[in-house]
């Protein structure tokens, strides 16, 4: 990525909680994850702006500190899949920079992005002399990995309804009654997300009126959540 795409700003302690309480490093001692972050980074990017380039060589990850990030792939038609939407905590290409991979797929900023940028090549040498980290990172990318082939599980078994009963269901706090949602990014790269035409996405949801879910622009209103959860379960 050009350099002039990203600033280097100053670690804040909100960036910090964000990072001790990831995934990534929740289960590191206090003094290595000091050590280790000292080395790191915190960048700045706006929105749709290239972290990574399918196929180039990973020398950087990152972790997500705010905003969000998508992975894509595209096709040889030039069809866009949306592979996977990162937000706060996640991480983005370790496993490839950790195995000395390529980049397994364009990452893009879905919304401005505060990121912590992880050296690849300090990560490797931490690793080599820390069996705690080295473990730490593995299970962490271990973990993207489940993520990701749990989604494309997702959707070869559940048709289009189904994959965005599930995704409102995701983004809910509560288990039952009445809630209303704002939906986090704009319904085409919602519908990408769920392997769904936009229009396709459309009709699904107009298919769950029966179910109490009403849609307005960005926004979701559903009578009962517990009736949608009824609706999922029966059908996966």
């Known amino acids: 990525m050009p350099q002039a795409a990203m ?29 280790l972050l000292d080395q790191q980074t915190v960048r700045v990017t706006g929105k749709a702006v290239t972290l990574c380039e399918w196929g180039a060589p ?28 990162c937000g706060p905590g996640r991480t983005l290409m370790l496993a490839e920079g ?10 893009e900023s879905v919304t401005p992005v505060r990121l ?25 990318a271990a973990a993207d990995l489940r993520l990701l082939v749990g989604h494309v599980e997702e959707l070869k078994a559940m048709t289009g309804p189904v994959r965005v009963a599930a995704m409102i269901l995701n983004l809910s706090e509560a288990r ?13 790269l919602i519908a990408g997300r769920l392997g769904m035409a936009p229009e396709n996405f459309s ?10 879910v009403q849609f307005s622009r960005d926004r979701l209103q559903i009578a009962d959540l517990g009736r949608l959860r009824a609706f999922l379960y029966e059908r996966i």
Not at 98 to 107: M, Q, R
């Open 116 to 140: 912590m940028a992880l050296d690849v090549a300090a990560l490797r040498r931490s690793m080599a002399t820390d069996s705690k980290l080295s473990m730490t990172l593995l299970a962490a």
């Open 176 to 188: 039952a009654g009445a809630r209303a949602l704002i939906l986090p990014y704009e319904k085409q």
């Open 98 to 107: 950790l195995s000395g991979k390529p980049c397994s797929a364009t990452v």
């Open 203 to 212: 009709r699904a949801l107009k298919q769950l009126r029966e179910y109490g």
């Open 7 to 35: 600033s280097i700003v100053p670690a804040t302690q909100e960036d910090n909680w964000t990072v001790r309480h990831a995934s990534l490093f929740g289960r590191l001692p206090e003094s290595v994850l000091s050590t």
């Open 58 to 85: 990973v020398e950087t990850c990152f972790v997500v500190l705010k905003g969000m990030a998508k992975l894509v792939r595209s096709s040889a038609e030039g069809e866009a899949a949306v592979l996977s939407i």
